[in-house]
């Protein structure tokens, strides 16, 4: 059985949102002081990130993109989600890998500083992934 591309936007909003839950995991336990749980956490956000990042990929390699049919206000709702959405996924690749190498050298201090900035910006980018592919595929 071939394999069809066409799950893949499926596939990624739920790794988006699967992301957004683990991050949202890791947030809330570090807040209560449970460092172990919340590298767990947020190794698996990062995990699962870049698998959506893979899929993302091979999806835009073996298919046009998707354009959007709504209009009006939607319109410009979905595009400045979009494009905002973009611009982010693009600092968060670099953020995410500072995080984890400073967190490796136990260097928290550093990791702390930058993850104040990173959280909501990842969780922003997660959570818009999702409702971006809701309305370009199910409205």
Known sequence: ???????????NAALNGLAALLLLGGYLCIRAGKRDLHRRFM???FITSGVFLVSYLTYHATRLHMPYGGEGFSRVIYFALLISHIILAIAVVPMALFLLWWASRSEFPKHKRLARWAFPIWLYVSVTGVIVYFMLYHT
């Open 1 to 11: 059985m071939p394999f069809d591309p066409s799950i893949l936007p499926t596939v």
């Open 43 to 45: 190794i698996s956000a």
